[in-house]
């Protein structure tokens, strides 16, 4: 699968961006997907997946209760709804896809899209 993330850009402080990850391929509803983000110097860290169906989410603590994670799988798209930006989420975005296991390791994703730049400033 293909995958390719869009929406970054450039926000304030408490402000809001929603990024979306559009996949190719006819199998998009079999995989779990997942964002994570790397800042400059900074290894990738995980920010949320999404089940299969989009029943289940899991988000890292420090973007819980601000950040939301959907999925249209009539469209192969998934989206991260970022609320409440902070500069410290300036981050270049990426979504990934994965066959089999639902996690927040980047060795668990098999497929990944090409990042798209968010940043929040102060």
């Known amino acids: 699968v293909q995958l390719q993330a869009s929406g970054g850009g450039l926000v304030q402080a408490g402000g809001s961006l929603r990024l979306s990850c559009a996949a190719s391929?006819?199998?998009?509803?079999?995989?779990?997907m997942g964002w994570f983000r790397q800042a400059p110097g900074k290894e990738r860290e995980f920010v949320g997946a999404?089940?299969?169906?989009?029943?289940?989410?899991d988000y890292a603590p420090s973007v819980k209760g601000r950040f939301t994670i959907s999925r249209d799988n009539a469209e192969n798209t998934v989206y991260l709804q970022m609320n409440s930006l902070k500069p410290e989420d300036t981050a270049v975005y990426y979504c990934?896809?994965?066959?089999?296991?639902?996690?927040?390791?980047?060795?668990?994703?098999?497929?990944w899209g090409q990042g798209t730049q968010v940043t929040v400033s102060s």
């Open positions: 391929g006819r199998t998009f509803s079999r995989y779990v």
């Open positions: 999404v089940s299969w169906s989009g029943g289940s989410t």
């Open positions: 990934a896809a994965s066959k089999g296991s639902w996690g927040a390791y980047v060795s668990q994703y098999d497929y």
